[in-house]
């Protein structure tokens, strides 16, 4: 930090970057953010530089990233490394997920119409006060089998 670079205080960073002071911590803890400077009375100091790294990490949290690839990624940059291909490798995987997700996810809409279907023409059939035993009906008919792996969302390093 330069010393015309004013230091915020852990809670004055939490504050601009819109997280907790726990969060800040433990960012520091897992080395998300470089080991704050104290003061002689223990506070911890950061600089306003921090308050943007916090929202990138936010932004890239949203995305899918994990606190633990984002630690790796930062302390590498700390580092003087260039982790640009780690990330895009990572983003591309996550993307990958992502499309197996949402493919799930029309499977399970084409499914759950189907039933609603099914069900409306059987609450018709059936005199007022009647009891369908509808979710009863779930363990006949169980949802189409999933593509093996369609839930195992870790990616197999390609050889």
């Given at each position: 930090m330069s010393a015309t670079d004013k230091a915020l205080r852990s809670g004055d960073l939490a504050r601009l970057a819109g997280v907790?002071?726990?969060?800040?911590?433990?960012?520091?803890?897992?080395?998300?953010?470089?080991?704050?400077?104290?003061?002689?009375?223990?506070?911890?100091?950061?600089?306003?530089?921090?308050?943007?790294?916090?929202?990138?990490?936010?932004?890239?949290?949203?995305?899918?990233?994990?606190?633990?690839?984002?630690?790796?990624?930062?302390?590498?940059?700390?580092?003087?490394?260039?982790?640009?291909?780690?990330?895009?490798?990572?983003?591309?995987a996550k993307l990958r997920s992502l499309e197996e997700q949402i493919q799930e996810l029309r499977r399970t809409q084409r499914y759950m119409r189907q039933l609603v279907r099914q069900w409306r023409l059987q609450l018709t059939q059936l005199p007022p006060g009647k009891k369908a035993m509808l979710l009863h009906s779930?363990?006949?008919?169980?949802m189409p089998a999933a593509r093996p792996g369609a839930h195992n969302f870790k990616r197999r390093k390609q050889t």
């Open positions: 907790s002071s726990d969060t800040v911590r433990h960012y520091e803890r897992i080395g998300i953010l470089p080991e704050a400077l104290r003061t002689s009375s223990g506070y911890r100091m950061y600089s306003h530089d921090a308050a943007e790294r916090v929202r990138l990490v936010r932004r890239a949290l949203q995305i899918g990233f994990t606190l633990t690839e984002l630690a790796e990624i930062l302390q590498t940059r700390d580092r003087g490394g260039a982790p640009c291909q780690r990330v895009l490798d990572l983003t591309e779930l363990a006949d008919k169980p």
